[in-house]
């Protein structure tokens, strides 16, 4: 179902899915999604993420996409903040300075989610093998 939201990246309305209950916008050229919050996402198993219809923000597939460009809320329209997530993360998001939500480029989710997680990366796993999680989950349902 098309909103009447653009993508802060391609223009285009954005699409709205329905995540676990919660309304998401996911563009549907660059697969980036805007989210409320990030709790109800982070809650979700691997199973539930890949199974769900978030699913294609998962894996960063679209390299052509710029991603410099300070982002427009999709809501409001104003110029959204960029931060690194919990600091330490090393990624990138932008949220929205009067609470629309946060913005995440395609598979920024992926890499937030195993950031959090990780459990299922060996003991002593670099941050990049941990990020690899859920997208090596991911390519295995595609397969
Ligand atoms: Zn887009
Ligand atoms: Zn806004």
Known sequence: MASMNPCPRCNIPLTL?????ERVLMCPNCEGVMLRKLDHVMGMSE???RDSAACETL???HPNIDLTPVAPCPVCRQPMRRYIYSTDSGVAVDACATGHGIWLDDGELAQIYDYIHGEGAAPGAT???KVTEVLRGYGRKRD
Do not use: K, P
């Open 17 to 21: 899915i329905e995540v676990e209950g």
């Open 127 to 129: 941050r990049q093998e």
């Open 59 to 61: 894996f960063a597939d």
């Open 47 to 49: 199973e539930q993420l």
